[in-house]
């Protein structure tokens, strides 16, 4: 195989089947479809038996202890067949074409610089909309680093990637147990991987809109409509954002504020003390700033308790 699609599911069987369509209907099939089911409580395991038996399309089925998508993509990196990993979440769409522009994107990589890439990465489009999500990437594909794409030219919204099986073992997720049932992690932030690969490796983006993608805006410190519950989550987050990634923040101070904000507001949210938040920053200038925005991030608190 040369790609892994890789899904992690929870209770979604309903989802998955327009996923599994568009699946069968692409015209590049060197591919597995590796579902993880995170202790799935529905019908999901009788579903995907059905459509193994169809053999449509190469699919692997693996059940696990609800313990989050974090858990779940540990275990299809060590065990995909594939050497290009796919991310495809439940309620997600391909086009037809999907997977076959991504494969061409990475062939066209010359090879004697395919050990400095990381991935590809490709745009999406709202599925009820057809609208294409994000920024234009300018001349139709970029050759640089994720931070710099994230924080330098702003056009790294949601989008779909194709990465390297190695470079996916290079930066495992943390070992974090529990699960939503447990009041454990539904997930760990997958940004924080990309952001750590990005210092030694770059990324392709390209323009092309593959991917369906339904847009969830519950990250937002102060949204309306949802209740927030991505605290525990995200107080993984924020650190990393403030003490790593803090060089680029003269390029987009918002999102560094807000990291800022977001320590402690989550911080409330888990009980913590004042000095536990500021445990969470590493100097005395991120501690500092920290301190600084406590006041905030209490009224977010307030606002989204």
């Not at 309903?14 to 529905?42: A, H, M, N, P, R």
Request: hydrophobic share 35%; net charge neutral; with cysteine.
């Amino acid at each position: 195989m040369l790609v892994t699609v890789f899904t992690p599911t929870y209770n979604r069987q309903k989802q998955l089947k327009g996923l599994y369509d568009s699946l069968c209907s692409q015209t590049f099939q060197d591919f597995e479809w590796l579902i993880v089911d995170d202790g799935s409580e529905d019908n999901t395991a009788d579903v995907v038996k059905e459509w193994i038996e169809e053999e449509k399309i190469n699919i692997r089925y693996h059940y696990q202890q609800n313990n989050g998508k974090h858990i779940a993509m540990n275990w299809a990196v060590a065990n995909a067949k594939g050497t290009l990993f796919v991310t495809m979440d439940s309620d997600d769409v391909f086009r037809d074409d999907g997977i076959k522009i991504m494969v061409n994107a990475w062939k066209s990589i010359p090879d004697e610089q395919k050990e400095t890439i990381a991935s590809v990465k490709a745009r999406c489009f709202d599925p009820a909309t057809e609208k294409p999500v994000g920024r234009d990437i300018p001349h139709e594909h970029q050759m640089c680093s994720y931070l710099d794409a994230k924080y330098k030219y702003k056009f790294d919204s949601e989008m779909v990637s194709m990465t390297r099986i190695d470079v996916l073992k290079e930066f495992p997720n943390p070992d974090i147990r529990g699960g939503y049932k447990n009041g454990g992690l539904r997930f760990y932030p997958e940004g924080i991987w990309q952001d750590l690969a990005a210092r030694k490796y770059k990324t392709l983006f390209i323009n092309d809109q593959i991917c369906g993608y339904t847009q969830d805006n519950s990250e937002s410190l102060l949204g309306r409509g949802k209740k927030y519950n991505r605290y525990k989550e995200n107080i993984h987050l924020w650190p990393h954002v403030i003490n790593d990634n803090l060089d680029y923040f003269f390029y987009d101070p918002k999102s560094f504020i807000k990291a800022f904000v977001g320590v402690s507001m989550d911080g409330f949210f888990l009980k913590m003390s004042v000095n536990e938040m500021l445990n969470l920053a590493r100097g005395l200038l991120r501690k500092s700033m920290t301190f600084c925005f406590i006041p905030i991030g209490y009224l977010c608190y307030v606002k989204r308790r």
